[in-house]
Structure formats: structure tokens, C-alpha cells
């Protein structure tokens, strides 16, 4: 039996969530005109979001990588 990876389960999650907060998104796109008539405030508000969405995930997955090196470095023996 071959041992799994988390690498693409890692990746298979991310592309959900990523599909999960656009399908969110185009959520508020349908309901939002109803209140805001004006498709470019929309446009504004939706973008914004996927960016702030997108810099938090980037942000905290470089603090991540950042602590998973120095573990790393720490348990490697001197040499």
C-alpha cells in the first residue's frame, strides 16, 4: 500500500476553498444589485474581496512555509 502525500491532498483542499469563496462571491453578486444599483460598486466590492481572501492565504501560507524551515533546520544534526 502506497503511503499518501500531503502535498496534493494540501492542493485538492485549496483549490476547493478557492471555488468555495468564489461560488460565495458570484452569491453576492446575484443578491447584492438588488440593493446596490450600480454593477460597478459590484465589481469593486467583488474584487476586493477575492484580493483581501487571496492576500490572507499567501500571507499566512508564507508564515507557514517560514516556521516549517526553521523546524527543519532545527532537527537537522550538526554536522
Known sequence: MMPIEPKPIKATIFIATELL???NFFRLAIVIPDIIN???LLIIFVVTLELIF?????????ILKKRL?????????NQ
Open 38 to 40: 450600480h454593477l460597478l
Open 54 to 62: 487571496h492576500g490572507l492565504v499567501f500571507f499566512l501560507y508564507r
Open 21 to 23: 469563496v468564489l461560488v
Open 69 to 77: 524551515e526553521k523546524k527543519r533546520k532545527n532537527n537537522q544534526p
